[in-house]
């Protein structure tokens, strides 16, 4: 039941991403973003201990406030991104989108070189898979967790499917991707959430803090000799991006 309630709510809020005018559909984002900032106490929660992290007290209330909503008013975008590509050619899918320093993955493709893209949840992470996977034509294995809702979560890979993108549960991941690289795919790994000692992970100092980071790039590179390429996509008005690629 709780399933049908969520479908029912995702085509509702994509029907009103679709019918709404630019500026009204904005309005009404940040408005669900400051609501959502105020209700959601998990989650504020969790923006201030990263924000005491990264900031220490140099910030005052209003400062994180303006933040926290931000973080929220960036998340309904991706979720809005996603449900306005359903469907969409890939022609389209590239349309506003600006790659920067491509002539990396060129040259790894062109050298026959097993792939490895490093990214994380920046900015609207979720169309950067499909950007990358139309941009070179390639099938890119993406590591991701499962949604809980069966519905919602099919819907989610077949948004992927549909722009060459091949989901890889997290549990489990490392026999997924080995699969992958094995065939020649380019794979995707969003790190930059911390782990248990327990899943795998290695001590790193983070803000002089301890985290526990993800070794599973690392030790594909070296058993693939592939090449790690960190990649990220930015934008300042959720209509203009840009995916910058580091060698």
């Not at 085509?11 to 009204?24: C, E, M, N, R, V």
């Not at 960190?230 to 060698?247: G, L």
Request: hydrophobic share 40%.
């Amino acid at each position: 039941m709780v399933d049908y309630f969520y479908l029912l709510l995702y085509y509702t809020f994509s029907l009103l991403s679709k019918l709404l005018p630019k500026k009204s559909m904005d309005w009404f984002l940040k408005t669900l973003s400051n609501i959502a900032y105020r209700i959601d106490k998990k989650h504020r929660k969790i923006i201030y201990t990263n924000l005491d992290l990264a900031f220490g007290n140099t910030l005052n209330q209003s400062e994180r406030d303006k933040i926290g909503i931000r973080t929220f008013y960036n998340m309904l975008h991706t979720i809005v991104g996603f449900m306005r590509r359903y469907g969409k050619s890939k022609e389209i899918l590239l349309t506003n989108i600006t790659f920067h320093r491509d002539d990396i993955v060129r040259k790894a493709l062109e050298n026959d070189q097993k792939i490895i893209f490093i990214t994380g949840h920046y900015s609207n992470w979720e169309l950067l898979a499909p950007a990358l996977a139309t941009k070179f034509n390639f099938t890119l294995a993406a590591v991701g967790r499962r949604l809980n809702s069966k519905l919602m979560n099919q819907i989610l890979i077949k948004n992927r499917q549909q722009f060459g993108v091949e989901m890889i549960d997290r549990q489990g991941a490392m026999k997924g991707m080995i699969k992958a690289l094995k065939e020649n795919k380019p794979v995707g790994l969003l790190l930059d959430q911390s782990l248990y000692e327990h899943q795998g992970a290695l001590k790193v100092d983070f803000f002089g803090k301890n985290a526990g980071h993800s070794p599973a790039a690392s030790i594909l590179g070296r058993m693939f000799n592939a090449t790690l390429i960190p990649v990220f996509i930015s934008t300042d008005d959720y209509e203009q991006y840009e995916i910058n690629f580091y060698d």
